[in-house]
């Protein structure tokens, strides 16, 4: 699986961006799509995760609630719409495939990981 994120860019906070992550590959329709994302000097962290039907989602405590993940299987894309974006979410925002049907909240369980996109909230 291929992975191509895109999508980012400057917003102010409270705003929203749309990221989309196209995929290549016969096996994205059985693959656990996830988000992650790594700011300045800190550690990459799960961002949100929905499975191969996407049926199931998960998300990370900072982002329940303003974040919302989804999959089209006919068109290989996974998309995260992020609303009322705060500074703190500032970071590059990366998409990875998970060769399983359950859902993948840990970094070391995604096989496959896009180049990356910039968000960047402004105060």
């Known amino acids: 699986v291929q992975l191509q994120a895109s999508g980012g860019g400057l917003v102010q906070a409270g705003g929203s961006l749309r990221l989309s992550c196209a995929a290549s590959?016969?096996?994205?329709?059985?693959?656990?799509m996830g988000w992650f994302r790594q700011g300045s000097g800190k550690e990459r962290e799960f961002v949100a995760a929905?499975?191969?039907?996407?049926?199931?989602?998960s998300y990370g405590s900072s982002v329940k609630g303003r974040f919302t993940i989804s999959r089209d299987n006919a068109k290989n894309t996974v998309t995260l719409q992020m609303n009322s974006l705060k500074p703190e979410d500032t970071a590059v925002y990366y998409c990875?495939?998970?060769?399983?049907?359950?859902?993948?909240?840990?970094?070391?369980?995604?096989?496959?990981w896009g180049q990356g996109t910039q968000v960047t909230v402004s105060s």
């Open positions: 990875a495939a998970a060769q399983m049907y359950g859902l993948a909240v840990v970094l070391n369980e995604y096989d496959y």
């Open positions: 590959g016969r096996t994205f329709s059985s693959s656990c």
């Open positions: 929905i499975s191969w039907g996407g049926v199931s989602t």
